[in-house]
Nanobody, 124 residues
Framework: QGQLVESGGGLVQAGGSLRLSCRAS????????MAWFRQAPGKEREFVAA???????FYPGSVQGRFTISRDDAKNTLYLQMNSLKPEDTAVYYC??????????????????WGQGAQVTVSS
């Protein structure tokens, strides 16, 4: 069984909302920065959001103000609340964990653990 397991993907109309969840083992969740990435067909995996063990959050400009990352330490669960969804948000979304080295990385190769992915499809 994977150490990071996503849930909550689906199909939504443009302008709608979805919330993704990622349950992690306690040993990972309590000691790692957590992040969400996404990969659209034919494109590279890209950074979506990150949260430190202390709760500081980071976003790229493409989702700033629309997406919110959060963590529930009691449940070892990471969330991504996605509002005002656009067709260009369509992708497989992955949660990931990295050993903290300061500010969370936006680079795929620096993350140590990955979930299996959850499909998000936004129709126009």
């Amino acid at each position: 069984q994977g150490q990071l397991v996503e849930s909550g993907g689906g199909l939504v109309q443009a302008g709608g909302s979805l919330r993704l969840s990622c349950r992690a083992s306690g040993t990972i969740f309590n000691t790692h920065n957590m992040a969400w990435f996404r990969q659209a067909p034919g494109k590279e995996r890209e950074f979506v959001a990150a949260i430190t063990t202390g709760g500081n959050t980071f976003y790229p400009g493409s989702v700033q103000g629309r997406f919110t990352i959060s963590r529930d330490d009691a449940k070892n669960t990471l969330y991504l609340q996605m509002n005002s969804l656009k067709p260009e948000d369509t992708a497989v979304y992955y949660c990931a964990a990295e050993v903290p080295k300061g500010r969370p990385s936006r680079l795929v190769g620096l993350y140590d653990y990955w979930g299996q992915g959850a499909q998000v499809t936004v129709s126009s």
